[in-house]
Every structure is written in C-alpha cells, then in structure tokens.
C-alpha cells in the first residue's frame, strides 16, 4: 500500500546513510522499524505480574468473617503511633 507520511529531515537524511551502507532500500528500513515498533508495545501490553503466594491457607476464619477496616487494623498493629 502507498501512503504518504511526513518524517523529520534529519531522520530521513539518517536513515538513507543507514539503507545505503546496508544496502537495502527505504522502504525495508521502514518497514523494518515498524515491525520493530509494533512488537514492543505489544510486549508491553502483555505485562502480567507474577503470581506471588506464601503457601498459605488464605484468610483465617476470624479474618475473613472481619471487615477491610479489621483486616487493615491488624495489618498494622503495632507499628507507629
């Protein structure tokens, strides 16, 4: 497909130096950054964290039968003022 695209003088005149030197034509170097570009930002949106577990049981029952605000109290018992 042709499309027409403005691109910055100074990163054309770049990257005709690197096609010549190369030996390859504009448009594989394009398409070659793109190809480049696109992989990336869809690893980056594949970002899962890891699944990090202490070989627990889950809440104890007194825990879990406790609202967030008594989940959070004993979190925190004893630390600071």
Not at 36 to 44: P, W
Not at 49 to 67: I, M, P, V, Y
């Amino acid at each position: 497909m042709k499309t027409t695209v403005e691109i910055a003088d100074a990163l054309i005149s770049e990257a005709k130096k690197i096609a010549a030197r190369d030996r390859t034509t504009m448009r594989t170097l394009i398409e070659e950054g793109l190809r480049h570009a696109i992989a990336e930002r869809r690893r980056r949106a594949q970002f899962s964290l890891r699944k990090a577990t202490f070989k627990g049981e889950g809440l104890s029952a007194e825990a879990a039968a406790a609202g967030w605000e008594k989940v959070r109290e004993s979190a925190y018992e004893g630390r600071g003022g």
